[in-house]
């Protein structure tokens, strides 16, 4: 009886022990944060760390904030883009918060990537595109840029719009093939195109300004040096390598996108939450944080340098002036050899 009892109950709990496994493979499927890397829900395959959100995010606003403040007190409204893309930054690493609470939703994903990844880029880029050109004509150099300011702002100002629609017309088909079940790899495809178009671009930007800096250097001496007496901080040469230093930054950030998407959205880098802060956000944090000590608006006037007047002593600390009197003496010696030099080009035209 015994024997015939527990042939009958065997199959009674091999089968509720069945139940049990299938109910926690489902459970396994359908918790988000139980194998994220796995998840064919979760479109980062990765959990956000609020920590490393609230890091990033709160440092890029506080930059933002500062350059806001510079723009009220010293000007420069040229750099507009760069102030919008930051705040725009950090809204889309809010977005962040949710994607920790609900790593399944596709909304909250596209609006941090079209945010954080695409649109404050772009801003950021605009920024440098247009501030070259007025370094340019403030310096009364624009003769030694390849083209001229007007037409190297519009043209590269096309090509970041133009790059900008692309990588976001590639997110869109990402986002809309992922919802219907679909494979992401046109949309990835189309990405990769903008980032690549968007780095060639910028590549040939960075090239123009360094020949722009070499011509100068060797060919306007006086203008290379004429701030060699006001301290680094005022001198218009640590603009220039601000520019400088935000291009690398930019360079280093989209060669970084290039690889990741150039691996597909499920790659080792796009999949890794260290590489996006390392990679992506760290460099694009170094190119907007390097205006913070010299922000354009401080430098660039509507005076071109060769026109500029100088300020009485009296405006000047007891303590520096001196070394100031020497850097306008300086200054004046150099403005003056530069505009006889202007005379004479004129007279023998």
Known sequence: MAISRLRQDVPIVLMFLACLVTAADSNSTSD????????????????????????????????????SYYLYKFGGRYMLAMILGEFSMVAGLAMRYGLHANPHSLMLYIVQTLFTMVLAPCAFIASAYVLLGRIAIYLDCDEQLVISPRILTRVFLISDISTFLIQAAGGGLSASSSKSGGSVDLGSKVSLVG????????????????VFLYRVYTRRRTIWTIDRYRGFYNDWRGLALALAISCAGILVRSFYRSVELAQGYHGDLATTEFYF??????????????????????FISPTKITQRPISPDKEVPAHTQPRVRMGRQYAEEYLLEERRGQGANSAAV
């Open 32 to 67: 988000p944060f139980l194998d994220p890397k796995n998840d064919p829900k979760n479109p980062m395959r990765y959990i956000p760390s609020n920590i490393l959100t609230t890091i990033s995010k709160d440092l890029i606003f506080v930059v933002g904030f500062i350059h």
């Open 195 to 210: 980032v690549i178009l968007q780095l060639v671009s910028f590549g040939i930007f960075t090239g123009i300004y360094i």
């Open 277 to 298: 802060y390392l990679l992506d956000t760290l460099p694009l944090f170094i190119a907007i944080a390097v205006y913070v000590p010299f922000w354009p608006g401080r």
